[in-house]
């Protein structure tokens, strides 16, 4: 059949209009061109598909059958090229994107916006996995780009750095007040604290300053400066491996980083809670609930407010990368290579 394309193509031509003469004008090539290729075309189907009149040619019933498809076949081309040509013309197409729910959020969305601003038609599907999985969904051909924290690039893939992120701890200053407290007590002999057991706060100031003192008297700055004492009494590393810390789950490009950095810290958590979403992570730190990992630039407004707190290690995590992979091929889409010059 691809061998008679164009002989299909030469008896279409004919068939429209009706002579071998006005057909060799239309498709700038010579008569007897023109009927060589109908002979073929005969031949290998074994019919006759014209027969001549004082006009010029006409379709034989065999050829009139063998028309009427070969009309719908050249119309879907037609509309085929019809529509790629819209397409170019409108910049209609179609990108998928594999991206983290939290990368999409606090880094995709902005730029997306003015991407997709911009260029309308063009139908954006966005796939969340973790970087992990969105490197795989890339190499399955599932989606076009993703926006990953930079890790191994499998060969054949480009990475497009985006920007940088910086891993951090965060809590609420209640809670390490409280973390605080809770050490200072736990550390404290109850026979020099007979107060303690009782839960009484006032066993936190020492026994000259409240038989000294008068009892009406506020001694809410004595238990401020108490506190502050007790705050120094514990470094971050205590901190960390003494509070409920909270980790995005194993098996997470951003979980592999700070565990690296606990280690290489020599710090031991005792307790922690593991969450699949770092939104998540940067609430539960909001209301309390311990210490969360989180980046500093997902967390802006509530470290802004002051709802949460990030505290100060002695050696900072180092900071990562987030960009985009995509396939090093020459062969690009044009909505991709659109996409990848946006930025």
Known sequence: MFDNLNNYRVFYTVANTGSISRAADTLFISQPAISKSIAKLEEGLGIKLFSRSAKGVVLTEEGKILYQHIT???????????????????????????????LCKHILLPYLQDFITENPHINVIIDCHSTINTVHLLTEGKIDIGLICETEIPKGYKY?????????????????DNLMLREHEEATPVADNPWLFAGNLTSLLNSDTVSNKDTNKD???????????????LSIKDILEKSNLML?????????????????????????LEVNNMDLLIDFASIGMG???????????????????ELELEKDIEKRTVGFIYSNTKNKSTVLEKFLGFF
């Open 219 to 233: 001694t809410s700055n004595t238990l401020n400066a108490n506190q502050d004492t007790v705050q120094n009494t």
């Open 72 to 102: 719908k076949a050249f119309d879907s081309i037609n509309q085929g090229e019809e529509e790629i040509k819209r397409i170019n013309d409108l910049g209609i197409g179609q990108l998928r994107i594999g991206v983290s729910s939290s």
């Open 291 to 309: 210490v969360a990992s989180v980046v500093r630039e997902f967390a802006k407004e509530q470290l802004k407010s002051r709802q949460i707190i």
């Open 248 to 272: 995005l789950e194993k098996n997470n490009i951003t979980r592999t980083h700070i565990d690296n950095y606990l280690t290489d810290e020599h710090i031991h958590p005792n307790q922690i």
């Open 160 to 176: 497009k750095k985006l920007t940088d992120i910086h891993d951090i701890f965060v809590a609420t200053d209640s809670y390490i």
